[in-house]
């Protein structure tokens, strides 16, 4: 699962690196007391007042078409596998991705910068002296589709309802929010506790969706309904078949279109998902041109199944996009709730038993990397010692810091590529053995007499093929290891439960992650709230200490010292068991798109961006 277009990997430059630690203007320096058109976390705004559209949009786009496409990023409670709901924002369900295409925000993310948003619903925004107060002004044409207005009302129902009953990694974000108010119909007023990030209005202006306060009046908010919730965005939904496909219809007057930071979007007429509970037929769909665009998560069918006749006849193009500046992580989670797996002894054993190599070599076909970080392709990624700067933050925690923290930082340990590296077997067995665990026959057992089980959860075919050889390691040294594969539903309703040993994941992270947006995943808090990212329920004080250093950071030369701090101590702790990751996006599409390159940096909605180029598509038979 991961964060997709609203805060939708190249690697970094040292071009790129100098200009990122180089003294910049934080948000907590910006001007009061006067109207803003914008906000950004570090530097200063890219567009000015009167810019008329983002560079890498395309106002003279032809709009029409269809976009059938197989999404592979979502948020909130949503799947690619199924829906049952149209409440994206509940925790209840399982929904469809790209509800938020339906909804407007306050401020629209620029994707061509790491930490900048614009006016969108809010026309400007004005910050008090203390900067916990931020001070709206709505425009007056801001209207859902049935022609309501939309006013600072709405937004405050909107809020105070996420805050009370949304989706974990929406109210997390809210933690902090003191009131929210109504001034009157076109000014809203929202202030924070102090204890709040300074950056935090970043997240909840461009990504907490504003919701009809009269259409819900008559509705429960977090109720799981196949009824289109009234919504004011570029689009609508469409025709529904529950769990198999869903459309969204572009909206034609819709209010938003010629602003700045809608001009040249949303060109096609309609986008269309549909579900597949499994890869394979999805990939059979795309093949006979039922889905025209797909990015391929499986280097095995990347590297032998794309063959088939439509790319010979190059009606199909198959490339490497470039990935976002963005920290990400791929990983493993060990649930922490169970008892087993508290022991980082424990959790470091089970890491041992997975070999990249062998995998890499075997079944990757060379296409990814081996993940050390849980920020990775970031300036946040911990490397070699700690700078004077890192040692500056860690010396308060001393007696509460692994002594291996002031050392290198931890890379995981390679293999000999054999598929069961006698020497990291050895050792797992060995770590076994001082976290109590004895063998008794094929399996070890703890001192009860209790085996050591590990579950690992899936939720597809695919995954059997590459975690197999992790399992039979596993096995090998006594663990009682095995796959379930279940459903998309009871996947989604166990990790909301944290039901589990042992899951994946994968995730990006914002260009400036915020305290709120690490808290989802790393603070202690969220490890007791069902739905929460904090899937290994980490739960330790001087993680939250560190997040909190987040909303002090003053440039981002301390942010990225803070972050490889936290980066260090997670790599130590072993929550969560980085796996591999792919610097680029392998894509393939039928040639019957138009759009401009070279993409954004810092997001890739492919589904707002491209349009459709009827001379493409006549030439290859799809018109």
């Known amino acids: 699962m991961t964060r997709p277009t609203r805060r939708d990997v190249l690697k970094i430059s040292s071009a790129t690196i100098l200009t990122a630690l180089a003294p910049r203007l934080a948000l907590s320096e910006v001007a009061t007391g006067v109207p803003l058109h914008g906000l950004s976390a570090f530097g200063e705004l890219k567009y000015p007042k009167d810019f008329t559209h983002f560079d890498y949009a395309s106002p003279d786009a032809p709009k029409g078409g269809t976009f059938a496409f197989s999404p592979w990023s979502w948020f909130f409670n949503q799947s690619t596998q199924t829906f049952n709901t149209l409440n994206s924002f509940s925790p209840k369900g399982d929904a469809p991705p790209r509800m938020e295409l339906c909804f407007d925000t306050l401020m629209e993310t620029a994707l061509d910068e790491p930490d900048s948003i614009y006016g969108l619903v809010a026309e400007t925004v004005t910050v008090s002296g203390d900067r916990n107060t931020f001070t709206f002004k709505l425009r007056h044409e801001a209207r859902f589709h049935d022609g309501s207005p939309l006013t600072a009302h709405d937004v405050v129902f909107s809020y105070q309802t996420i805050q009370k009953k949304g989706h974990p990694s929406l109210l997390l974000l809210l933690t902090e929010m003191k009131e929210i108010v109504a001034v009157d119909d076109h000014t809203l007023r929202i202030s924070f506790s102090g204890k709040h990030s300074d950056r935090a209005i970043l997240d909840i202006a461009s990504i907490m969706p504003i919701l009809s306060k009269t259409w819900y009046d008559t509705r429960d908010f977090d109720a799981s309904t196949l009824e289109s919730p009234l919504a004011s965005g570029p689009y609508r939904v469409g025709s529904v078949s529950v769990g198999q496909r869903i459309e969204y219809e572009r909206v034609e007057d819709y209010w938003g279109r010629d602003l700045p930071v809608m001009r040249g979007f949303n060109h096609f007429s309609r986008i269309r998902i549909d579900f597949y509970r499994d890869r394979q037929p999805e990939f059979e769909a795309f093949k006979k041109g039922d889905i025209f665009f797909r990015l391929e998560s499986t280097a095995k069918t990347w590297a032998t199944e794309y063959d088939f006749p439509a790319i010979q006849q190059k009606r199909v193009i198959k490339r490497d996009f470039s990935g976002e500046k963005r920290p990400q992580m791929q990983a493993w989670a060990l649930n922490q709730r169970r008892e087993h797996f508290r022991d980082p002894r424990v959790r470091e054993a089970i890491a041992l038993c997975f070999d990249f190599e062998w995998t890499q070599k075997n079944l990757f076909y060379g296409r990814y990397d081996r993940s050390q970080s849980l920020f990775e392709q970031s300036d946040f990624r911990a490397t070699g010692k700690p700078s004077p700067e890192e040692l500056a933050l860690m010396e308060p925690f001393r007696d509460k810091l692994p002594e291996a923290i002031f050392n290198e930082a931890l890379l995981q340990a390679p ?7 006698r020497k990291n077997l050895r050792r797992a ?7 109590g665990f004895k063998r008794e026959g094929n399996q070890l057992v703890d001192a009860g007499g209790k085996p050591l089980n590990v579950e690992m959860l899936i939720q597809a075919e695919v995954f059997t093929r590459v975690y197999s050889p992790f399992i039979n390691n596993l096995k090998a040294i006594g663990i009682n290891a095995f796959l379930r594969l279940v459903d998309p539903s009871q996947y989604q ?16 992270l914002d260009a400036t992650p915020t305290r709120e947006s690490l808290e989802i995943m790393f603070g202690s808090k969220a490890a007791s709230i069902p739905g929460s990212w904090n899937f290994p329920g980490t739960a330790d004080p001087v993680i939250d200490a560190l997040i909190a250093k987040v909303s002090e950071a003053h440039s981002r030369t301390e942010l990225i010292s803070i972050l490889r701090v936290l980066d260090r101590l997670l790599r130590i702790r072993r929550d969560w068991i980085p796996n591999w990751y792919a610097a680029n996006h392998p894509i393939a599409y039928w040639d019957m798109f138009g759009f401009k390159e070279p993409k954004p940096d810092y997001g890739f909605p492919v589904e707002t961006l491209w349009w459709l180029d009827e001379a493409k598509a006549k030439a290859i038979g799809k018109i």
Do not use: C
């Open 415 to 421: 293999s000999d590529g054999s598929g069961r590296d």
């Open 429 to 435: 067995s060995e770590l076994l053995g001082q976290a």
């Open 493 to 508: 309703l166990r990790l909301q439960d944290f039901d589990f040993d042992m899951m994946g994941i994968a995730y990006m």
